[in-house]
């Protein structure tokens, strides 16, 4: 059976190399992916980045949830991967909100196997620049996701030092989560009961010990575990 990789280089998909392995970028995948006649590697596919994202978030996530891998693969807007020889080590998935100028992560995972570090924040900023969006945004239980988009953008909401989210942001609360479980406080961007569980065995701390704390206050967590999630948006700066 072909691999991922040769499948890929089978399509008219734009490539790059990096760090000795390949990104390559699938625009509106749900045609390519979710072609019968592809069902063979998109089966093993989703196998591979459910392995994957059990050990990037450390539960497996139910493919029948929205926050399942297939949903996040096959229904995205566009998806990049990061994989050599066959083996995917990581995949990011985004959709655009083109009125709110929004580029939306929809998914990010690595493999604990990748030597390349790094390997999801160049995904997202990879996606993020071609999409050539204003503001980038996602949901996550995460202090360490959160400092990733403080290092993409000149500005994050919200934050540590301004909890409560301005005016002209809170207009896009709703319309980024809309159809998702959950409800938002507008003020603060936390959704209560976003998740159907707890995305981690135990929320994960970032190198900063601030904002890891406020993550603790704001989402309730207890015993390491939480069903809240944050909403950010970022801008500028990528």
């Known amino acids: 059976m072909k691999t991922f990789s040769d499948f890929l280089s089978e399509q008219d998909?734009?490539?790059?190399?990096?760090?000795?392995?390949?990104?390559?970028v699938l625009d509106n995948p749900a045609g390519l992916l979710g072609d019968p006649a592809h069902t063979e590697i998109v089966d093993?596919?989703?196998?591979?980045?459910?392995?994957i994202t059990a050990e990037s978030f450390g539960v497996e996530l139910d493919t029948k949830t929205d926050d399942g891998v297939k949903n996040h693969v096959v229904n995205a807007g566009s998806i990049a991967f990061l994989h050599d020889r066959g083996q995917v080590l990581g995949f990011a998935s985004s959709k655009l909100f083109l009125k709110e100028e929004v580029f939306y992560l929809h998914g990010v995972a690595t493999a604990q196997s990748s030597k390349c570090r790094g390997v999801g924040k160049k995904l997202i900023h990879t996606l993020a620049d071609m999409a050539g969006l204003r503001r980038i945004a996602f949901t996550t239980q995460n202090p360490i996701m959160y400092c990733l988009l403080r290092g993409l953008c000149t500005k994050v909401f919200p934050q540590p030092e301004n909890k409560e989210v301005p005016l002209y942001i809170r207009k896009f609360g709703n319309i980024l989560i809309a159809g998702r479980p959950g409800s938002i406080d507008p003020k603060t961007f936390v959704v209560k009961e976003l998740y159907g569980r707890c995305l981690y065995d135990e929320i994960p701390d970032s190198r900063d010990g601030s904002v890891?704390?406020?993550?603790?206050?704001?989402?309730?967590?207890?015993?390491?575990?939480?069903?809240?999630?944050f909403l950010f948006i970022g801008e500028n700066g990528w």
């Open 13 to 24: 998909v734009w490539s790059v190399g990096w760090c000795g392995a390949t990104i390559s």
């Open 44 to 51: 093993h596919l989703i196998a591979d980045l459910q392995k």
């Open 212 to 229: 890891n704390q406020w993550f603790k206050t704001a989402l309730n967590v207890e015993n390491g575990s939480t069903r809240n999630g």
